[in-house]
DNA sequence: TGTACATCAGTGAACGCGCGTTCACTGATGTAC
DNA sequence: TGTACATCAGTGAACGCGCGTTCACTGATGTAC
C-alpha cells in the first residue's frame, strides 16, 4: 500500500518549510518566488503543490515555524535576566544583522507580514503573543503587567533596531545602532516600567 | 523655445512623486507595479521614463522625500519634551497605524529598505540619519551623546510598535501594542540612558 | 529469488497575467509672422 | 487676429521575462505472488 515509507513526504514538506524560512527571510515574501523556493529544497515548481494549497499557505507555514522555533530559543533559556541579557546581546549582533536568512522573522518580515492576508496575520498574531509571553516571564515574574509591558517594550525595540541597523548603509552607524540598542535594551531590562512612575529596579 | 510653463513637467514629477509616497507605503516596494504607480498620478506607465531612470530611481526619490516631510514636521516642533511627547502620541495613535499610506515611510518600508540597492540604503541613512538628530535635539541640549542613544532607542521603539500592531490581526492586542508603547516611549524619554547608569532627567 | 504491478512524489511544459522597460506616435501647447 | 509651425509631455502597444498555478506524465518505490 505505502509505497515510500510513512514518513518520506512529511521530510520532504519540513524540507521545504526549512529553507524557505530562510530565503523568505533573505528576500523578503513578494521577493521569493514558489520555484526559487522549491529550487532551494532541491525540487521543481511543480511538486510545490502536492505539498501546500497555495504560496500564501506555504507562507503561514513559515512564519508559524520561524516564530516557533523563536519561541523555543526562548523557553530554552534558563529563568532570569542573565539568560536574556545573552539572548539581548546575541539579537543585537553583527552576527544576526548580516544573517537575515538564519534570524528573527520579525526582523526580516514585519512590515510585510503586516500587509499580508488575514490568515498569516492571525498566523503571526498567535506566535508573537507566545514569545512576548516568555519574555515576559522572564523580566519580573511577581508583575505580570509591568513585564509584559516591558516586554512588549524591549521586543518592538530589538526588531526596528535590527532592521534599521541592516537599512544603513554606513557601518559604522550600522554598529553604533547596534550598540546603542544593547545599552537602551538592558537599561530597560533593568527598570520596567510602572505606569507612569519611574521604577528604579534591580 | 518653450511649450509647457516651465514648472509644468516639475510639477508632474512631484505628484508622482506624492502619490508614490502613498501607494508604496501601502501596497510596499515589490508589491506596487509602475504601471499602478503611474495611474495613481492620472497618467499611463509609457510617461514614466520621462521623469525616472528606472523603478529604483523612483523609490530612492520616494525615500528621499519621505523622509524629508518626516525631518520637517520634526523640525516644526516647538523645541522641548511636550512637543516631542505630542508627535510620540500621534505616531503610535491608531489613526496612524490605519493608515499607513499617509504614515511613517520607515514603519511601513524598513526591513524592505534593508533588502533594497546600495543606492536606497544610502538614501534611507541619510534622512534616517537628521530624523535621528531632531529627536535627539528634542530630549536633551546638553547631554548630546545620551540623547542621540535615547533618540535611537525612542525612534526604534515607535517604528516597531506600529509595524507590530499593524501586522497583529487581534483588535484588542494591537490597541494594547500601541498603548504599551506610549507608555514606553514617555517613560524612555523621562530617563535616557547615559550609559549603564540610571539618570532621572527633566 | 525474480518479475509484474500499483502507488504516488516529483517532473517539466504550459496557462494567463503583470512585471519593468522601450519606442513610434499623438496632440495640446505657445510662438512666429 | 489668424494660421502654420516646432516642441515635447504623455500615450499605448509591444518587448522578454518571471510570476503563481495546473496538469499529463515519469519513474523510483515496496508489495504480491
Redesign the interface.
Known amino acids: 500500500m505505502v509505497r515510500y515509507d510513512a514518513e518520506h513526504k512529511a521530510t520532504t514538506r519540513r524540507r521545504i518549510v526549512e529553507r524557505a524560512g530562510r530565503r523568505l527571510k533573505?528576500?523578503?515574501i513578494?521577493?521569493s518566488g514558489v520555484a526559487a523556493l522549491m529550487s532551494d529544497a532541491g525540487l521543481t515548481n511543480g511538486a510545490f503543490y502536492a505539498h501546500f494549497a497555495s504560496k500564501d499557505d506555504l507562507v503561514a507555514t513559515v512564519v508559524a515555524d520561524q516564530l516557533d522555533i523563536q519561541a523555543k530559543t526562548l523557553t530554552a533559556l534558563p529563568p532570569g535576566r542573565p539568560a536574556l541579557e545573552a539572548f539581548v546581546r546575541a539579537y543585537l549582533s553583527p552576527e544576526h544583522r548580516d544573517d537575515?536568512g538564519a534570524g528573527c522573522p520579525?526582523?526580516?518580515?514585519?512590515?510585510?507580514?503586516?500587509?499580508s492576508s488575514?490568515a498569516i496575520?492571525?498566523i503571526?498574531?498567535d506566535g508573537?503573543?507566545r514569545i512576548i509571553d516568555h519574555i515576559a516571564a522572564h523580566l519580573d515574574a511577581h508583575n505580570p503587567l509591568a513585564a509584559?509591558?516591558?516586554a512588549?517594550?524591549l521586543?518592538?525595540?530589538?526588531?526596528?533596531?535590527v532592521?534599521?541597523a541592516?537599512?544603513?548603509?554606513?557601518p559604522d552607524?550600522s554598529n553604533?545602532?547596534l550598540q546603542?540598542?544593547v545599552?537602551?535594551a538592558?537599561?530597560?531590562m533593568?527598570?520596567p516600567?510602572e505606569?507612569?512612575s519611574?521604577a528604579?529596579a534591580v
Open positions: 533573505c528576500g523578503g513578494d521577493g537575515p520579525s526582523a526580516a518580515l514585519l512590515d510585510e507580514i503586516g500587509r488575514e496575520r492571525g503571526y498574531t508573537a503573543r509584559r509591558k516591558a512588549l517594550g521586543y518592538t525595540m530589538l526588531v526596528a533596531t532592521q534599521l541592516r537599512a544603513v548603509s554606513d552607524l553604533e545602532i546603542s540598542g545599552d537602551n538592558l537599561h530597560m533593568a527598570a516600567t505606569g507612569l519611574r528604579p
